[in-house]
């Protein structure tokens, strides 16, 4: 029983990581078109401004939150108005948009690097551990857990109720159509980077508290939240929480059979499997194009 | 008239300022100064920095001054085999202090020996990494040797009988584990279990889980860095393992780094054994340049100080014939270093002497290191 909630636990706590990833990642995704790699040099920038704001500069806990988040959100408007939105002017092709986004990725990593330098950087909090039906779990796991699902609730509520969610739903939808109603796409963009990348502020300070912080820290987590949204729903903010929640489970799980080394090919073959199968995702709806 | 005496002085300057101010050796330097073994990386070229610092102030090499060029070897083999073909193949070096690690030396050996470079890998481990390259040496003693005694102590000093492996899938982490598997059976030792994950897991979970679920009296630990090891560490102390079992590790494990990152984590118990060296004054030298302790293990990093001074007197004896370097490292017997008695295989392995070898444990954020009986 203990051995069986520790894995579950562990699994969860594993999808909870990858879906803060992947929810701005897959909402970045649904309403531009496109696949934002940068997205995890965005969650490590996030982490390392945290670092500096509230370790190096010693400002108040929630302040440094706070200042963080608002920086992130901003880096994505930025990377929105100089490069995607210049691409995109010159009706650049999705693949010129992914080679964009590896090269944005790659630049900031090294931004990373060159400023913080190479070294591990860790940020101490309280972090007591509680036993749960057996298990073990860590304050700041749980915090975690209850974020992704707050957050989850949050994006729901916005795209649903807020007149900001329903433009971006409506350009997600059909741009030319939205623009006839008077939306401006372009603004309904920088809103999305702007709450994608806050998204990715939010995963930055947990999982840099979580796992400590190293300048390629996004990359592997990009393309876990990439794999969990594209089991979930690469256009479907819920589908990619779903999806990446079911990744960390068959990861964990597979692994107590499998030799652990294992555990990236249980991830990959799952991504296949997607692939081939449901490329939509398990939230997604199938599209026959024209 | 003029003009011809001004050509005349013009090249007589150029002429004498040749004679004054010799050629400079070029030394290459292949270290990690980023990524994930940045820590012992910078540190390796920090020591090769403070000797030819040093070795120039004191007129160099018969009058010509070494110059280090530095090149980042990420601790990888692609980056490390592009910056050493950029060394051998740009920069026209004859020599080369590195590569930093044992991923990024192995791919640059047959490089080195192909275009008859010298190579001086620093901490570099893995058995029979250089057998077949006579033109490639290294300051750390294989694998083999440290983990002998690892095995050793563990069985007859802590009694351990049942030992679970938690291994980086790296060479150095692989060749750590499996030669601490052997010696540890050769006591009459059980491995339980072993299991392996790539050196950017974060996540290790659920492996500690299954490691928990076994019958263990102890743990190896045998990361590639002190990244990995520490979060494998942290997250044992979280599923409370490190109160039942002892922890044992390679000595990327057993380290200070590895301490720090974890949030103290390492258990006064857990120990490595390592080549080990005493000398406070090169250690002050460090601390007076650089303004901090060196960065990894004193021996492994160290040693690299005592690789460029063994250059300088090969050059002394060969100039930059790379073929003759590499004779005189292969007959080097009994050189004596700053942090150790330096004497070569005919594979390029140091020969250390049997009690070079210590226990070291880190005891409130300090080592501690034990003699092996």
């Not at chain 2, 100064?33 to 994930?36: A, D, E, P, Y």
């Not at chain 2, 193949?89 to 930093?100: A, R, T």
């Not at chain 2, 950017?200 to 290790?204: A, K, R, S």
């Given at each position: 029983m203990a051995i069986a909630s520790q894995l579950i636990l562990n699994g969860i706590i594993a999808g909870a990581i990858y879906s803060l990833v992947a929810s701005g990642f897959s909402l970045i995704y649904s309403v531009?078109?496109?696949?934002?790699?940068?997205h995890g040099a965005v969650l490590a920038f996030a982490a390392y401004l945290f670092y500096t704001f509230a370790?190096?500069?010693?400002?108040?806990f929630w302040f440094a939150i706070l200042l963080t988040l608002i920086c992130s959100s901003f880096a994505g408007a930025l990377m929105n108005w100089f490069i995607y939105r210049q691409l995109r002017r010159r009706k650049a092709s999705s693949a010129v948009l992914l080679i964009a986004s590896i090269a944005l990725m790659t630049l900031l990593n090294a931004v990373v690097l060159a400023v913080w330098g190479a070294d591990v950087k860790t940020v101490p909090v309280f972090n007591p551990v509680f036993d749960f039906l057996g298990a073990r779990i860590t304050f700041v796991q749980v915090v975690i857990i209850v974020v992704s699902v707050f957050l989850l609730l949050f994006l729901w509520w916005l795209m649903k109720y807020t007149k900001l969610g329903k433009a971006i739903r409506a350009v997600a939808d059909n741009k030319d159509v939205a623009m006839t109603v008077g939306i401006n796409p372009e603004r309904i963009y920088t809103y999305t980077f702007m709450i994608g990348s806050f998204l990715a502020g939010v995963a930055g300070v947990l999982i840099g508290i979580e796992q400590n912080l190293y300048p390629q820290m996004g990359i592997s987590l990009v393309i876990k939240g990439f794999t969990g949204a594209v089991i979930g729903?690469?256009?479907s903010v819920p589908g990619s929480v779903l999806g990446s929640m079911i990744l960390g489970l068959v990861e964990n799980i597979g692994i107590w059979w499998l030799p652990s080394g294992y555990k990236d090919a249980i991830a990959f073959v799952l991504l296949f499997i997607f692939l081939l199968?449901?490329?939509?995702?398990?939230l997604g709806v199938r599209v026959r194009e024209a | 008239m003029n003009k011809k005496v001004l050509i005349v002085l013009a090249l007589m300057a150029v002429l004498l300022s040749g004679c004054v101010e010799k050629e400079a050796i070029k030394v290459g330097g292949l270290f990690a100064?980023?990524?994930?073994w940045a820590t012992g990386g910078v540190t390796e070229a920090n020591f090769v920095r403070i000797a030819i610092d040093e070795i120039n102030a004191a007129g160099g090499v018969n009058g010509q001054k070494l110059e280090l060029v530095l090149e980042d070897d990420k601790c990888t083999g692609p980056d490390s085999v592009t910056a050493a073909n950029k060394l051998i193949?740009?920069?026209?070096?004859?020599?080369?202090?590195?590569?930093?690690c044992t991923p990024a030396s192995l791919p640059v050996a047959p490089i080195a020996n192909e275009n008859k470079v010298f190579m001086m890998a620093a901490t570099t481990t893995a058995?029979?990494?250089?057998?077949?390259?006579?033109y490639a040496f290294r300051t750390s003693p294989p694998a083999t040797d440290a983990a002998l005694f690892i095995g050793k102590v563990a069985a007859e000093?802590?009694?351990?009988?049942n030992v679970a492996i938690i291994t980086a899938e790296t060479e150095f982490g692989q060749s750590w584990s499996d030669e601490f598997a052997k010696s540890f059976i050769a006591k009459?030792?059980?491995?339980v279990l072993k299991e392996s994950y790539p050196a950017?897991?974060?996540?290790?979970k659920t492996i500690i889980s299954k490691v928990a679920a076994k019958d263990v009296d102890g743990v190896f630990v045998s990361g590639q860095a002190p990244q990995d090891s520490g979060i494998v560490l942290k997250q044992m102390k979280e599923l409370g393992l490190l109160d039942k079992v002892r922890i044992i590790g390679n000595p990327t494990t057993i380290d200070l780094e590895v301490n720090r990152i974890s949030g103290?984590?390492?258990?006064?118990?857990a120990f490595t054994v390592v080549a080990y060296a005493d000398n406070p004054q090169l250690l002050q030298k460090y601390v007076n340049r650089?303004?901090?302790?060196?960065?990894?293990?004193f021996f492994y990093t160290a040693a690299m100080y005592d690789a460029t001074y063994m250059l300088r007197d090969a050059l002394l004896v060969c100039g930059e014939n790379s073929e003759c370097i590499k004779d005189y490292f292969t007959n080097?017997?009994?050189?004596?270093g700053t942090v150790a008695k330096w004497s070569f295989n005919a594979f390029g392995d140091p020969v250390l002497a049997e009690d070079a070898y210590r226990e070291v444990r880190i005891v409130n954020n300090e080592k501690v290191y034990d003699i092996i009986s």
């Open positions: 531009t078109k496109v696949m934002h790699f940068a370790v190096l500069s010693g400002l108040n729903s690469l256009a199968f449901r490329p939509s995702g398990l | 100064l980023t990524g994930k193949f740009q920069d026209n070096v004859k020599v080369i202090l590195g590569p930093s058995k029979g990494a250089f057998d077949k390259f006579e000093k802590y009694g351990l009988k009459g030792g059980n491995i950017e897991t974060t996540d290790f103290n984590a390492l258990p006064a118990g650089f303004n901090e302790q060196p960065g990894f293990q080097l017997r009994d050189w004596q």
